[in-house]
Every structure is written in structure tokens, then in C-alpha cells.
């Protein structure tokens, strides 16, 4: 089956502690994206690449880090920097302007 | 001006209603248009996708786009309880890299 797929679902974070998230797809999509979602608030761009190697910020990059060594991986790491973690993290591909979703983890700041 | 303005909601209705979900933009440069049904605590599900302006139907699901008046609607017919969630809408360009302006989603509750 092709997708999207991240891990954990769930994710409890300590104060001060960097927490990394998983992002994996075998759709052969050459764009790949993080997105927070809070209530209310739809959905914020955090960083996206484009490219193997190659990322850029989005809107809300600050306390945020990414990598792209392979096409099919994206993790996403929160780390001590950021001031307010909790939310739903949602990782995304592209392929000719749709954008398909994995089904996202939620973060918890304890 | 937001770029991309969705009603939040609730919108309530009984089971078997036609529902009309709208969003507005204002960027004319938007050429691809897409619905996404969000569960709860669940990523969005692509629904619908459009390139351009027109019609395009998938069994109970209808999504319009009128670039003239930079609207784009989306129809679901016989609403069931089931499609009860967030409606999310969302438009990109090639110019704009393809990355999504996301509307930030009505909530629709279907009752029986």
C-alpha cells in the first residue's frame, strides 16, 4: 500500500527535552512537508523541502529542525527552543498540486 | 484579508440534507483547488481536486470553482452521519511552488 506514515502516534515531551518525529513515505513524491494544526488556529507551515537536501522555513520554523538524506524521509525535531510544542503534527507529500497527509502525531508537552 | 476565508461553524443539518460548503480567495494566481474531510484527532483525507475553474463530481460529493468570482463550493448530497467532521478547503499554484493556502476548515455535524 502506498502512503504516508508517521510514528508515534502519540508523543509525551518533558520540559527542555528535544523530541524527534517520524515522517516516511513510499509514494515517490519528490515534496515533503510539516505542518502544526491547533484548535482553531487550521493548519501552520513549519518547514517543507523540496528536494533531497534542500529544506526550507515556513511560517512557524523558530525552535523546529528538519533533515532530507532520502527521498522517502522527513523526521521532524522539536526541540527546547520551542516554547509551546503541544499541538498535532502533520506530515504531507505533493504530487502535481495535491497534497496527500499521513495521519499525524500528537505531541504533549507534560 | 485572509488569503483563503472559510466559515467555521458548526454547520448542523439532518441526515439526507443537501450541505453546501464555501470558501473565498483572493490570490487569482490559484489554479489547483482541493476538500479534505478531517475526523477528528485523524490527518485530512483528500476528497475532491481541481484544476482550474468547473465542475467535478464523485458519487455523493460535488466540488465548483469560479475563478471570476474567486469562490469554490463544495456539495455533499444524502449527508450521512458518517460525513460528519472538518471540511477543509485548500488552493496552490505552480508559481507558489505548489505549497497549499489551507482554509481553516468548517465543521459539519450531520444528525440523525
Known amino acids: 500500500d502506498g502512503g504516508i506514515t508517521q510514528s508515534p502516534k502519540y508523543l509525551f515531551r518533558k520540559e527542555g527535552q528535544n523530541v524527534t518525529l517520524s515522517c516516511e513515505q513510499n509514494?515517490?513524491?519528490?515534496?515533503m512537508y510539516w505542518y502544526r494544526q491547533d484548535p482553531g488556529q487550521g493548519l501552520r507551515l513549519i518547514y517543507y523541502?523540496?528536494?533531497?537536501?534542500?529544506?526550507q522555513k515556513g511560517d512557524i520554523a523558530e525552535g523546529y529542525s528538519v533533515s532530507r538524506e532520502k527521498k522517502e524521509s522527513f523526521p521532524l525535531t522539536v526541540t527546547s527552543a520551542q516554547k509551546n510544542p503541544t499541538a498535532f503534527y502533520l506530515c504531507?507529500?505533493?504530487?502535481?498540486?495535491?497534497?496527500?497527509f499521513g495521519p499525524g502525531t500528537r505531541l504533549t508537552v507534560l | 484579508q485572509k488569503e483563503v476565508e472559510q466559515d467555521p461553524g458548526p454547520l448542523s443539518v439532518p441526515e439526507g440534507a443537501i450541505v453546501s460548503l464555501n470558501c473565498t480567495y483572493s490570490n487569482s494566481a490559484f489554479q489547483y483547488f482541493m476538500w479534505y474531510r478531517q475526523y477528528s484527532r485523524k490527518g485530512p483525507e483528500l476528497l475532491m481536486y481541481?484544476?482550474?475553474?468547473g465542475n467535478k463530481e464523485d458519487g455523493r460529493f460535488t466540488a465548483q470553482v469560479d475563478k471570476s468570482s474567486k469562490y469554490i463550493s463544495l456539495f455533499i448530497r444524502d449527508s450521512q452521519p458518517s460525513d460528519s467532521a472538518t471540511y477543509l478547503c485548500a488552493m496552490s499554484s505552480s508559481g507558489g511552488s505548489y505549497i497549499p493556502t489551507f482554509g481553516r476548515g468548517t465543521s459539519l455535524i450531520v444528525h440523525p
Open positions: 504531507a507529500s505533493t504530487y502535481l498540486g495535491m497534497q496527500f
Open positions: 481541481t484544476y482550474s475553474s
Open positions: 523541502s523540496q528536494i533531497v537536501n534542500d529544506f
Open positions: 509514494l515517490n513524491h519528490d515534496a
